[in-house]
């Protein structure tokens, strides 16, 4: 049977008192890779927020990782974003220690003590993005495709049932966004599920899933068109 990661019924995204999307009703299942798509504007990043409780859920019912979001409680944040990898455009590493030190914070802020354990678990999160080699490097040393790695092992450190991904590859090279995808796709492929929102459509073409859609105040799947045969 497969599992329920995210549902959200009925529901409605604000900011602030600003309608943004209404009347949601999705579902994503365990092992899934769904994309968010829709123009500027539209809502993608609010729909995220509200996912990590960044924004309250105010009308309609949404369930995350187990997680009520409807009742959720400011102290219980916390708990909420330890269940949840996320990972932003602008990779929001720590400038002033390397690589290891990120995520050594990062632990050791989620309650983990045991050094072995921490080393370990360090190194097997930079191995699944490439980066095993590079502990050492300060994220100033390190290319725009490289940080989103490190922030991508850095989402993987506590395990987590769901990652959100708000435009990854939104700072990176076509060529690099391809990179950064395969990491993404390889994690997906070991289990994880995964929600990317992305504005990148040579990517929904080379790597077709499910995809949301964010357009007039609300969320919907679209069927993608297949590449054009020539
Ligand atoms: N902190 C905020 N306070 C008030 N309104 C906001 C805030 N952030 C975003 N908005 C508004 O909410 C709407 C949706 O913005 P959002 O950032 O969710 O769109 P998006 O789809 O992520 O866009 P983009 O593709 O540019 O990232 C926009 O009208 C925006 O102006
Ligand atoms: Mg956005």
């Not at 922030?151 to 966004?177: K, M, V, Y």
């Not at 990317?196 to 949301?212: E, F, G, R, W």
Request: one cysteine or more; aromatic letters at 6%.
């Amino acid at each position: 049977m497969s599992e329920t990661i995210l549902e959200l019924n009925n529901a409605s995204i604000f900011q602030r008192e600003t309608l943004i999307l209404s009347d949601v009703n999705i579902e994503i299942k365990k092992g899934e890779f769904v994309y968010l798509i829709g123009k500027t504007g539209t809502g993608k990043s609010s729909f995220m927020k509200t996912l990590y409780g960044d924004l309250p859920l105010k009308s309609g019912s949404g369930q995350i990782v187990d997680i009520d979001l409807q009742s959720l409680k400011e102290k219980e944040i916390p708990y909420l974003r330890r269940k949840l990898g996320v990972v932003f455009q602008d990779f929001k590493l720590l400038n002033d220690r390397n690589v290891k030190e990120n995520l050594i914070f990062v632990l050791k802020a989620t309650g983990w003590k045991d050094k072995t354990k921490m080393n370990q678990k360090i190194e097997d999160v930079l191995d699944k993005v490439g980066m095993k080699t590079k502990s050492f490097k300060f994220p100033y040393q390190l290319s725009g495709g490289e940080q989103q790695r490190v922030a991508i092992a850095r989402a993987l450190l506590n395990d987590p049932e769901l990652i959100l991904a708000d435009e990854p590859t939104g700072n990176l090279d076509p060529q690099t966004s391809v990179e950064v995808m395969e990491v993404l796709q390889d994690i997906n492929k070991n289990g994880n599920t995964i929600l990317m929102a992305t504005h990148d459509y040579a990517l929904l073409l080379k790597y077709p899933s499910k995809t949301l859609k964010c357009d007039g105040q609300r969320l919907f799947e679209v069927v993608q068109k297949k590449q054009q045969q020539h």
